[in-house]
């Protein structure tokens, strides 16, 4: 019985083949792939990048407008406690002015119902001894 494996000739033969068909897959379907899973890799990569950017860009942005609106009600807040105040201080000065007005016409009033009193007495005076003087005439006789 002879050997399984025979090394004669054959097998520099088939290790030429081998190599030979080693380098054929190589150059035509080994570096292709890799050449496309290195871009692959490359564009996933850069897609990740912008995402990224994209993310940190958006997240800013939600930053900055979460700050303008907060500045933006702090602003709004103080607006309405200033027309508060505003309105406040317009109601004191037409209460005032009114309190003023209604003062000055009640003293004007009661001055006037003063001198019209003082004129009235003044006048039943006057007329008081004529009326003195025809009652006593009427009851005299």
Known sequence: MG???ALDSTLFIQ?????????VLNILLIRPVRRKIAERAELTAGCVAEIEGFNTEAEARLAGY???QAEARLQAFAARESLKAEGRARELEILGAAQAEARDFLLASREEIGRQSQEALRALEDRVQVFAAAAAAKMLG
């Open 3 to 5: 050997n399984i494996i």
């Open 15 to 23: 290790l030429a083949n081998f190599l030979i068909t080693v380098v």
């Open 66 to 68: 979460e700050n303008a």
